[in-house]
């Protein structure tokens, strides 16, 4: 079974940083693509940020240059650091784990900016 556990959300001010983790199990880490996703209040899902196996990464234009992906494959952990944070990145984050076999989600960490 796919388990997912986001942690490092809070509360920040605008300009500050937060670094979320996204602990896995249930899965074949080191090839699985991961993801972090963000939910506005009243706003549908967005993809934030994805890693591949191979450490290919993507981002949304709205975090290019403020927001760093990675992966630590021997602790089967995803990450998002995210730097200069605006008012506008508030929203639940989650992280996601795709394959062509399952899609999974964690429960998500609220993360707020105030400005």
């Known amino acids: 079974q796919v388990q997912l556990v986001e942690s490092g959300g809070g509360l920040v001010q605008a300009g500050g940083s937060l670094r979320l983790s996204c602990a896995a199990s249930g899965i074949n880490f080191r090839i699985t693509t991961m993801a972090w996703y963000c939910q506005a209040p009243g706003e549908q899902r967005v993809l934030v940020a994805g890693?591949?196996?191979?450490?290919?990464?993507n981002y949304a234009d709205s975090v290019k240059g403020r927001f760093t992906i990675s992966r630590d494959n021997a602790k089967n952990t995803v990450y998002l650091q995210m730097n200069s944070l605006k008012p506008e990145d508030t929203g639940v984050y989650y992280c996601?784990?795709?394959?062509?076999?399952?899609?999974?989600w964690g429960q998500g960490t609220q993360v707020t900016v105030s400005s």
């Open positions: 890693i591949t196996g191979g450490f290919s990464t």
């Open positions: 996601n784990a795709a394959s062509d076999y399952f899609n999974s």
